[in-house]
């Protein structure tokens, strides 16, 4: 039979108590009861629930033994029974065991029988792997060998580059040198035809020497011809026009050398004169000195005149000339050779000669321009040429060049 809980118990009875003592207190104050038999019942109720409590707690503990007891009981046999269960487990176990050793025994021994075989297999494989290795390190030296071989081939490479840079190098210098030759050669080709023009340049100025001094006969010596004097050549072209016209009066504009030379042909093919017209005073004293040192006083006279500037006729262009005034005295004058003044005066200095001596001039007189291989010397022939249908022209092949030019009037 099942009981209360000792709480619910406890608090039912507890109830029963206090309401028992409340109906007991109000009865007694109502009079109903009297107060001592009240407290009397009052306290034996309480006493009377607190038994009922406490046996019912006993009652119940004992169950609750009893229930404890019976299943301690259930337990047991459940360890009993698990304990059977254990000691066939166990043995279960055992057979396992065996089995389990055995099979692992078994297993040993396959694996021992594998492993014999994988180890045959093995020593095979490293039996190739060995092979293996030993054809590698064969490779390795030969590869070894063959960079070895690649890097003599390249080094053989870089000698033949340098070698050919050299030789290309050298070639150079070779086509550089055949080069210097061929130039060298041309200088010297130039120098050797310069060389010969002046030999006989020399020969010719020589041999024209020679002429005119085995014809004229110098009573001194007399300064160097060539450079600023005339040459030779010119001079000879000039005593040769003297001696075939038996010229009478000479005009040289520029003194020199050329004045004496002039002189002596004077004297030597019938006699007449020469007018020297000289700028410079220094110069034209040189040359008095030299007309006195060989006693052509009588033959030459040197005239100074200076530089003037010259009306063209072009208004405002002037060029400078010897002072006119010196030749207004002179006529018929059968030779002009301008040599003065000198080309670096002014351009075409030597132009005013043709104008102001020609009116002065015989109708067949000549006239000799020199230094004529300058550019300056031939423009002035041509415009003469030009600007003077009475005059014709020949050049002669002197050494600095001449015109000569013949005047011929109708
Ligand atoms: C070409 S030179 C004329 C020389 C002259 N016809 C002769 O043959 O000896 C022209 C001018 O040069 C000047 N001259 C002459 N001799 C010179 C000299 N040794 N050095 C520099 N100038 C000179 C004079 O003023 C002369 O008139």
Known sequence: MRTLPPRLLLVISAAFAGLSVITLVLLSAAGI?????????????????????????????????????????RQDAVLIRTEQTLAQVAATLDGLTGRLEEAGRHQARVLLSALGEDRMELTAQA???????????????????????????????????????LTGTAV?????????????????????????????????????????????????????????AASPDVLRLLIERIALDRTEIIVECGSGSSSVWLGYALQRFGGGRVVALEHDERFAEASRD???????RDVVEIRHAPLAPWATGTPGETIPWYDTSAVEDLTDIGLVF???????????????????LLPRCAADAWIVLDDTSRPA??????????EYPELSGTAHPAEKGAMVLKRSLA
């Open 338 to 356: 301008v040599d003065g003044p000198p080309g670096a005066t002014a351009p075409l200095v030597r132009y005013p000669a043709v104008p102001v």
């Open 290 to 296: 030299l007309v006195i040192a060989h006693g052509l």
């Open 33 to 73: 009861v009297e107060p001592v038999p009240a407290i009397q019942i009052a306290v034996s109720l309480v006493i009377l629930a607190t038994a009922v409590v406490i046996v019912t707690s006993v009652r119940r503990t004992d169950g609750k033994a009893l229930r404890i007891d019976a299943r301690t009981k």
């Open 172 to 228: 150079q210098a070779v086509r550089d040198i055949g080069e210097r030759l061929d130039t060298l050669g041309g200088t010297v080709r130039d120098g050797q035809a310069e060389l010969a023009k002046s030999v006989r340049q020399n020969y010719a100025q020589l041999e024209a020497l020679i002429d005119i001094r085995a014809l004229l006969q110098p009573r001194a010596p007399l300064p160097r011809l060539r450079g600023w």
């Open 127 to 165: 039996d190739r792997l060995a092979q293996l290795t030993s054809a590698v390190t064969r490779i390795d030296t030969t590869v070894r060998q063959s960079s070895a071989d690649l890097d003599d081939v390249r080094k053989l490479r870089h000698d033949h580059e340098q070698l050919t840079g």
């Open 377 to 386: 010397e031939r423009e002035v022939a041509d415009r003469w040429l030009r």
